[in-house]
Nanobody, 123 residues
Framework: QGQLVESGGGLVQPGGPLRLSCAAS????????MGWYRQAPGKQREMVAN???????NYTDSVKGRFTISRDNAKNTVYLQMNSLKPEDTAFYYC?????????????????WGQGTQVTVSS
Protein backbone atom coordinates (compact mmCIF):
# COMPACT_ATOMS: atom_id res chain seq x y z
CA GLN A 1 0.00 0.00 0.00
CA GLY A 2 0.96 3.59 -0.40
CA GLN A 3 2.34 5.86 2.26
CA LEU A 4 3.21 9.50 2.70
CA VAL A 5 6.30 10.74 4.52
CA GLU A 6 6.71 14.41 5.47
CA SER A 7 9.96 16.22 6.16
CA GLY A 8 11.19 19.75 6.69
CA GLY A 9 9.48 20.80 9.90
CA GLY A 10 11.29 22.52 12.74
CA LEU A 11 11.72 25.69 14.74
CA VAL A 12 11.81 29.01 12.88
CA GLN A 13 11.73 32.63 13.97
CA PRO A 14 8.75 34.84 13.12
CA GLY A 15 9.06 36.19 9.61
CA GLY A 16 11.28 33.34 8.53
CA PRO A 17 10.76 30.69 5.83
CA LEU A 18 10.39 26.95 5.99
CA ARG A 19 9.77 24.35 3.32
CA LEU A 20 7.89 21.12 3.88
CA SER A 21 8.11 18.12 1.61
CA CYS A 22 5.93 15.05 1.38
CA ALA A 23 6.90 12.03 -0.68
CA ALA A 24 4.49 9.29 -1.64
CA SER A 25 5.75 5.74 -1.99
CA UNK A 26 4.48 2.19 -2.29
CA UNK A 27 2.30 0.47 -4.88
CA UNK A 28 0.97 3.70 -6.35
CA UNK A 29 -0.51 3.82 -9.81
CA UNK A 30 -1.61 7.44 -9.81
CA UNK A 31 -1.99 10.40 -7.46
CA UNK A 32 -4.82 12.88 -7.76
CA UNK A 33 -5.22 15.76 -5.32
CA MET A 34 -2.53 16.37 -2.71
CA GLY A 35 -2.69 18.76 0.18
CA TRP A 36 -1.42 20.04 3.49
CA TYR A 37 -3.42 20.25 6.70
CA ARG A 38 -2.43 21.47 10.13
CA GLN A 39 -3.60 21.04 13.69
CA ALA A 40 -2.65 23.30 16.55
CA PRO A 41 -3.09 22.24 20.20
CA GLY A 42 -6.72 22.44 21.22
CA LYS A 43 -7.90 23.19 17.69
CA GLN A 44 -9.44 21.19 14.89
CA ARG A 45 -7.40 20.08 11.92
CA GLU A 46 -7.74 22.56 9.07
CA MET A 47 -6.88 22.54 5.40
CA VAL A 48 -3.92 24.77 4.60
CA ALA A 49 -3.51 24.25 0.87
CA ASN A 50 -4.26 21.69 -1.79
CA UNK A 51 -3.24 21.09 -5.38
CA UNK A 52 -4.76 19.05 -8.20
CA UNK A 53 -2.77 16.83 -10.51
CA UNK A 54 -2.74 19.63 -13.10
CA UNK A 55 -1.51 22.09 -10.42
CA UNK A 56 -4.65 24.06 -9.67
CA UNK A 57 -4.27 25.34 -6.13
CA ASN A 58 -6.44 26.39 -3.23
CA TYR A 59 -5.41 28.06 0.05
CA THR A 60 -7.02 28.88 3.32
CA ASP A 61 -7.37 32.65 3.71
CA SER A 62 -4.86 32.99 6.55
CA VAL A 63 -1.93 31.74 4.42
CA LYS A 64 -2.73 33.36 1.06
CA GLY A 65 0.22 35.36 -0.20
CA ARG A 66 2.61 33.69 2.26
CA PHE A 67 2.46 29.95 1.47
CA THR A 68 2.91 28.25 -1.89
CA ILE A 69 2.00 24.65 -2.61
CA SER A 70 3.59 22.83 -5.53
CA ARG A 71 4.13 19.28 -6.69
CA ASP A 72 6.50 17.20 -8.77
CA ASN A 73 4.47 14.41 -10.35
CA ALA A 74 7.59 12.60 -11.54
CA LYS A 75 8.78 12.35 -7.93
CA ASN A 76 5.32 11.80 -6.38
CA THR A 77 6.13 14.70 -4.07
CA VAL A 78 4.24 17.74 -2.84
CA TYR A 79 5.87 20.79 -1.28
CA LEU A 80 4.73 23.65 0.93
CA GLN A 81 6.89 26.74 0.85
CA MET A 82 6.02 28.83 3.88
CA ASN A 83 7.24 32.44 4.04
CA SER A 84 6.64 35.25 6.52
CA LEU A 85 5.78 32.72 9.18
CA LYS A 86 3.78 33.85 12.19
CA PRO A 87 3.49 32.33 15.67
CA GLU A 88 -0.09 31.38 14.82
CA ASP A 89 1.25 29.09 12.08
CA THR A 90 2.63 26.85 14.81
CA ALA A 91 1.01 23.44 14.41
CA PHE A 92 1.52 19.85 13.41
CA TYR A 93 1.42 19.74 9.62
CA TYR A 94 0.05 16.72 7.80
CA CYS A 95 0.26 15.69 4.17
CA UNK A 96 -2.79 14.19 2.48
CA UNK A 97 -3.26 12.59 -0.92
CA UNK A 98 -5.74 10.63 -3.00
CA UNK A 99 -3.84 7.73 -4.49
CA UNK A 100 -4.77 4.90 -6.84
CA UNK A 101 -3.48 1.90 -4.97
CA UNK A 102 -3.68 -1.85 -5.32
CA UNK A 103 -5.62 -3.22 -2.37
CA UNK A 104 -6.27 -6.96 -2.15
CA UNK A 105 -5.61 -7.24 -5.86
CA UNK A 106 -7.94 -4.43 -6.91
CA UNK A 107 -7.13 -0.89 -7.97
CA UNK A 108 -8.86 1.55 -5.66
CA UNK A 109 -8.69 5.26 -4.95
CA UNK A 110 -7.62 5.61 -1.35
CA UNK A 111 -7.07 8.66 0.85
CA UNK A 112 -3.82 8.68 2.77
CA TRP A 113 -2.36 10.77 5.58
CA GLY A 114 1.27 11.23 6.51
CA GLN A 115 2.52 10.96 10.07
CA GLY A 116 2.91 14.72 10.36
CA THR A 117 5.74 17.12 11.09
CA GLN A 118 5.93 19.83 13.75
CA VAL A 119 6.32 23.46 12.75
CA THR A 120 7.05 25.89 15.56
CA VAL A 121 7.30 29.63 14.95
CA SER A 122 8.86 31.36 17.92
CA SER A 123 11.59 33.79 18.83
Amino acid sequence: QGQLVESGGGLVQPGGPLRLSCAASGSIFSINAMGWYRQAPGKQREMVANITRDSRTNYTDSVKGRFTISRDNAKNTVYLQMNSLKPEDTAFYYCNADMLDKVLGYLRWMNYWGQGTQVTVSS
